[in-house]
Nanobody, 125 residues
Framework: QLQLVESGGGLGHPGGALTLSCAAS????????IGWFRQAPGKEREGVAC????????HYADAVKGRFTISKDNAKNTVYLQMNSLKPEDTAIYYC??????????????????WGQGTQVSVSG
């Protein structure tokens, strides 16, 4: 059964760091793009970062460039999101998503065919 399970969310402090993990099961990362989206209360869902499990190519939203790093471990079938220099505006539910690799980069929203349940990240203090 295909699953994307996020973990690592919680409370962070401004300037601090958190690492999110996305464990994939029911499929292997090869041939897919794995990404992170987030949705804050009252705001639209937005893409955060994505990585091609085939090429390792990455893409980041302007809001997180230089602060967040997406990486993968194909052997563990897991993708990570290292979040540094956290800001209160990073507060959101973070979702792990999957899209089949294609010629379009980064993947369009409609190409993501599977979503995890999400993990809450709250930045305050």
């Amino acid at each position: 059964q295909l699953q994307l399970v996020e973990s690592g969310g919680g409370l962070g402090h401004p300037g601090g760091a958190l690492t999110l993990s996305c464990a994939a099961s029911g499929f292997t990362l090869d041939g897919y793009v794995i990404g992170w989206f987030r949705q804050a209360p009252g705001k639209e869902r937005e893409g955060v970062a994505c990585i091609s499990a085939v090429t390792g190519r990455t893409h980041y939203a302007d809001a997180v460039k230089g602060r967040f790093t997406i990486s993968k471990d194909n052997a563990k079938n897991t993708v990570y999101l290292q979040m540094n220099s956290l800001k209160p505006e990073d507060t959101a539910i973070y979702y792990c998503v999957r899209a089949p690799a294609s010629d379009w980069w980064p993947p369009l929203l409609q190409e993501y065919d599977s979503w995890g349940q999400g993990t809450q990240v709250s930045v305050s203090g």
